[in-house]
């Protein structure tokens, strides 16, 4: 899928934004480790005189070039591919060389510190990627979806990313925010007319144009909500006691009898944290039995501490049992310390055993599941139950890979559109509705962006993007 480089419309009375800088920088853009190839990005001014001190010559621009890499002596470092693409036709707009060698994190160091003594210096996290952004090549929601992409969980929801990357989103962002712009222009063509004298058939047309951005607004915000659910997906606390079958629900319900359940690295406790997939929904799952007994050490009480706060935020528990069981007093304890008012489905597993049947009955957010892990039945309730509590629903194509931020601004937007339709009779206050609208839309795109927002964007990439 290509890039579609958008360009921003400045706001008006906003301040330019900062100039991608004069800074020449280089960073490993392969991950650390071994590999069959191993790339070195320099953006920046000082692009042709680094490939003329690595390359001895400029290679021919966009063609992929056979060429020694080399030390200040003249030694070999690596012989690989050079690319070298001119601004503005770059990933950043700058002057770009990349140095496509073996690998290997040797041959990388090296090459990343001849770019450094040629006059480069290492980038930030995110700093490419900023500077494709400051240059106009992609816009802010773009920006953001490159590392929705990079960090996605499923293949649906790389999808979304891949949608948004190629500017689907931001398109519709950048339509509504010129439907605003018309109907702005056509209300303060109104303000200085007496309501009694403005044409009904003008008054209309004003309301029809409104509607029909709602409308637009509507669908948008949902296609962004499902979008999130995909990134996000839903974190389940399980309460049940050993044996119950939790290993064996859980397997049954990714669809698939191996171990799928993996691990999230970097937690103390890992053992108690697994993330499946339903229908690339990701659902976190935190078991909640390493909780019960008192910490040994300081590192097994941290890692309690932390399984702890995840199952207090958690968007739903799972509770199981064995069907025909009595209720646990160790159970009721755990469920005692999650937040009231959590959707919970209490699963009593083993029907088998017991030839039950499968069966499920709701109360509000709440549901009984009885299904037996062993044979499947019932565990097509519980997965659905599940889907539904993430906020999931089916959908065609055309979600779109939105986080926290936008949704905020979506939500900030349709609250303005609300209040707008109940001023249509002042004038005034309808521009004003509008005018906050467009600017709430505009800080997706970043057309109203502030400095301290790109900080908080680009330094959560990966070094080298
Ligand atoms: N080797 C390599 N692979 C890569 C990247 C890269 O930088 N290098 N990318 C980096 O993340 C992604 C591809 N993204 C890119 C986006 C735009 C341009 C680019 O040159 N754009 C110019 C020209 C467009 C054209 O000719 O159609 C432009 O937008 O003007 C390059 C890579 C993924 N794969
Ligand atoms: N008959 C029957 N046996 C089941 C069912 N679900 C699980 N089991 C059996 O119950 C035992 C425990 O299952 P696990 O899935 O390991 O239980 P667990 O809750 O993960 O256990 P811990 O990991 O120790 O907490 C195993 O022998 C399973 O084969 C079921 O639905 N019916
Ligand atoms: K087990």
């Known amino acids: 899928m290509a890039y579609q480089p958008h360009p921003r419309a400045r706001v008006e009375g906003q301040s330019a934004p900062l100039s991608a800088g004069a800074d020449t920088i280089a960073a490993v853009a392969t991950p650390a480790g071994r590999g069959g190839i191993g790339v070195v990005r320099v953006s920046g001014a000082r692009v042709r005189e680094i490939a003329g001190g690595v390359l001895g010559a400029l290679p021919e621009p966009r063609h992929a070039t056979l060429a020694d890499f080399r030390t200040a002596q003249g030694a070999p470092i690596d012989s690989g591919i050079a690319l070298f693409f001119p601004a503005p036709r770059s990933y950043t707009g700058e002057d770009v060389l990349e140095l496509q060698g073996h690998g290997g994190p040797v041959v990388m160091r090296e090459l990343l510190r001849r770019c450094v003594a040629l006059g480069a210096r290492v980038a930030e996290p995110g700093e490419f990627t900023r500077r494709a952004f400051l240059n106009d090549r992609i816009d802010l929601a773009q920006a953001e979806s490159v590392a929705d992409l990079i960090d996605a969980s499923s293949t649906e929801a790389a999808a979304s990313a891949a949608r948004s990357l190629a500017g689907e989103f931001s398109q519709r962002i950048t339509s509504l925010v010129a439907a605003l712009t018309e109907l702005r222009m056509h209300v303060e063509a109104c303000i200085d007319f007496p309501e009694e004298e403005?044409?009904?058939?003008?008054?209309?047309?004003?309301?029809?144009?409104?509607?029909?951005?709602?409308?637009?607004?509507?669908?948008?915000?949902?296609?962004?909500?499902?979008?999130?659910?995909?990134?996000?997906?839903?974190?389940?606390?399980?309460?049940?006691?050993?044996?119950?079958?939790?290993?064996?629900?859980?397997?049954?319900?990714?669809?698939?009898?191996?171990?799928?359940?993996?691990?999230?690295?970097?937690?103390?406790?890992?053992?108690?944290?697994?993330?499946?997939?339903?229908?690339?929904?990701?659902?976190?799952?935190?078991?909640?039995a390493g909780l019960r007994d008192a910490a040994a050490d300081e590192v097994e009480r941290i890692g309690i501490e932390r399984t702890w706060a995840a199952a207090a935020s958690a968007g739903a528990v799972l509770y199981i049992t064995e069907e025909g069981e009595q209720p646990r007093v160790e159970d009721a304890s755990l469920l005692a310390r999650l937040p009231a008012g959590i959707p919970k489905a209490h699963v009593f597993n083993k029907i088998d055993l017991s030839r039950s049947t499968a069966s499920t009955s709701a109360a509000g957010k709440d549901a009984e599941i009885h299904l037996s892990a062993k044979t499947g039945d019932g565990v097509a309730a519980l997965r659905s139950w599940l889907l539904e509590t993430a906020g999931w629903r089916p959908h065609g194509e055309g979600l779109f890979m939105a986080r926290e931020r936008h949704l905020v601004a979506l939500r900030v937007a349709g609250e303005r559109l609300a209040s707008a339709e109940r001023n249509t009779q002042a004038f005034e206050l309808f521009a004003e509705d509008l005018k906050i609208t467009q600017d709430a839309l505009g800080q997706i795109t970043g057309a109203v962006s502030a400095d301290d927002l790109l900080g908080e964007i680009f330094s959560r990439f990966c070094i080298g993007k």
């Not at 047309?205 to 509507?218: N, P, Q, T």
């Not at 064996?248 to 697994?274: H, K």
């Open 198 to 288: 403005i044409d009904p058939a003008d008054r209309k047309a004003l309301d029809e144009k409104l509607s029909a951005i709602r409308v637009a607004h509507a669908v948008l915000l949902d296609a962004a909500r499902q979008g999130a659910v995909l990134r996000e997906g839903l974190t389940v606390a399980l309460v049940g006691r050993p044996n119950v079958g939790k290993s064996s629900l859980l397997n049954r319900l990714a669809g698939e009898d191996v171990a799928i359940v993996t691990p999230i690295a970097g937690t103390t406790r890992d053992y108690v944290r697994a993330t499946i997939e339903l229908e690339g929904v990701p659902i976190h799952l935190i078991d909640t």
